[in-house]
């Protein structure tokens, strides 16, 4: 929507985050899409036109066919009014400029948000590892991740007790909570 005020913007969302910038509200919260190109500009409008002084949150979504939306959820607390910026940036190239030198706080998040979606943040101070192990290959949130199945590897021991050579009792089969036995219940009763 241009060309009006969306929400509590005090002008058009074109007027204050540049060409290409678009608002909506939903639930109570103000929603600004931006190209990628004005993401930073965008925060900085944010944090000092609008007094969203409060960083929440950074992530993504991988969109497949579009690319990973990156949202940054910032606040403004006297009155209370919540904002989220979203940009999106290609498969291909999925890069943005580091939102820490507008928040602090979202450096933490810009290195959760690349290790779990592969999103370079250019300019950051330090995009480790910050919740896999060193080792771990790929970005385990992208929609293109294969996750291995847990039967691929064989397990070590035995998978039930009974299962192995100890001759040990087997364990009794479990239903979930509320399903009754059907040897003690229903037409199968005492035939299973």
Known sequence: MSG??????PAPAEELFGAGATAEESYEVLTVDVPPTAWVPALLTARD????TYF????AVDE?????????????????RR????TTVP?????????????????WHERETHEMFGVGFEGHPAL?????????????????????????????GAKEPGDSDHGGPK??????????????????????
Do not use: I
């Not at 009006?4 to 913007?9: E, H, S, Y």
């Not at 497949?64 to 209370?80: D, E, I």
């Not at 904002?83 to 979203?86: K, V």
């Open 91 to 107: 498969h291909e190239a999925p890069v943005l400029p580091t939102a820490v030198d507008v928040y602090a706080g979202a450096a």
């Open 4 to 9: 009006a005020a969306v929400g509590w913007l």
């Open 128 to 156: 480790d590892h910050l919740l896999l192990p060193e080792t771990f290959e790929g970005h385990p949130l992208r929609k293109d991740f294969v996750l291995a199945a847990r039967v691929a590897k064989a397990w070590p």
């Open 49 to 52: 036109e609008l007094g969203c």
């Open 56 to 59: 929440d949150w950074l992530s």
């Open 171 to 192: 364990r009794r089969q479990m239903l979930p909570p509320g399903v009754p036995d059907p040897n003690e219940w229903g037409p199968l009763k005492g035939q299973l």
């Open 64 to 80: 497949p066919g579009t690319g990973f939306r990156v949202s940054a959820h910032v606040v403004a607390l006297a009155p209370v």
């Open 83 to 86: 904002l989220l910026l979203r």
